[in-house]
């Protein structure tokens, strides 16, 4: 399986329309790929606090239509990471979309852990409730937003759901870059999963990003690393290989808290 991550800066000097167009050229430059990811709230940046109200938009608004013809035209799965979308109700959500190779709408999910503690987008937005998981022809994937990769309990929860690959998209600062490669490593290991974590280049309403999107195997090795720049992280990886682990070294089958009840 490939997998292109699609490392983006966003420029603050460039318009939204303008970055949409771009980001779907990227995407369209992937046919080949099995999947594309993109990162989080890349149409804004994940620190522009005060564009996301003015920026929402609906599930199926502007950005929503542009992903699912890139998708289409690139015939890729595509993880369009996230937007800023505005509820029916007037609720702002951090949204990630998932489209299929004919462009259809396979999955979204609204972020569950804001971040921002008592500002941002932890005041300014609503917290989704639903784990969610997406049956791709190879893989299921599991859907997780930045802030989430902190809290190993959601991930517990997709593994149950039958995740076999995990992909993070984020807007992660670079002053806390290692906990980003040690965070997606650990959720690779206790989950023997894959982890797939996309974070953008350059500034965030002047917070430096991190870079170095990260592809990491169930065992925890670095399967591909992205530089702080921006650009592009292709990787090919064998999705079988969850199995394979977790079969040659069941640590799943010993857990004993929090386990889901079994299935009927």
């Known amino acids: 399986m490939r997998a292109s991550l699609i490392q983006i800066a966003v420029d603050e000097g460039e318009s939204v329309d303008s970055r949409r167009r771009r980001v779907a050229s990227l995407v369209r430059d992937q046919a080949g790929a099995h999947l594309v990811v993109l990162p989080e709230?890349?149409?804004?940046?994940?620190?522009?606090?005060?564009?996301f109200g003015g920026e929402s938009e609906p599930l199926q608004g502007p950005t929503y239509e542009a992903m699912a013809k890139a998708a289409s035209d690139a015939g890729v799965w595509l993880h369009a990471g996230s937007i800023p979308e505005r509820?029916?109700?007037?609720?702002?959500?951090?949204?990630?979309?998932?489209?299929?190779?004919?462009?259809?709408?396979?999955?979204?999910?609204?972020?569950?852990h804001r971040f921002g503690f008592d500002k941002g987008e932890a005041v300014?937005?609503?917290?989704?409730?639903?784990?969610?998981?997406?049956?791709?022809?190879?893989?299921?994937?599991?859907?997780?937003?930045?802030?989430?990769?902190?809290?190993?309990?959601?991930?517990?929860?997709?593994v149950d759901a039958g995740a076999e690959t995990l992909v993070v998209p984020a807007g992660w600062p670079e002053r806390r870059r290692a906990h980003w490669t040690l965070l997606a490593q650990a959720r690779a290991v206790e989950n023997q999963a894959f982890v797939l974590a996309c974070g953008t280049a350059g500034a965030h309403?002047?917070?430096?990003?991190?870079?170095?999107?990260?592809?990491?195997?169930?065992?925890?090795?670095?399967?591909?690393?992205?530089?702080?720049?921006e650009e592009v992280l292709t990787?090919?990886?064998?999705?079988?290989?969850?199995?394979?682990?977790?079969?040659?070294?069941?640590?799943?089958?010993?857990?004993?808290?929090?386990?889901?009840?079994?299935?009927?």
């Open 41 to 51: 709230l890349w149409t804004t940046g994940a620190f522009a606090f005060e564009e």
């Open 87 to 112: 509820a029916p109700d007037g609720t702002l959500y951090n949204t990630s979309l998932v489209f299929s190779p004919s462009g259809d709408l396979a999955a979204s999910y609204r972020k569950i």
């Open 124 to 158: 300014l937005m609503g917290a989704g409730a639903d784990l969610v998981t997406v049956r791709l022809p190879d893989t299921t994937v599991g859907m997780a937003t930045c802030y989430d990769l902190r809290f190993p309990e959601l991930f517990r929860g997709l």
């Open 205 to 229: 309403a002047g917070v430096p990003q991190a870079g170095h999107s990260i592809v990491v195997g169930p065992w925890g090795e670095v399967l591909g690393e992205a530089g702080a720049d």
């Open 235 to 264: 990787v090919e990886f064998d999705p079988g290989k969850v199995a394979t682990t977790r079969e040659q070294f069941p640590a799943l089958k010993d857990r004993v808290l929090g386990v889901a009840a079994p299935r009927r």
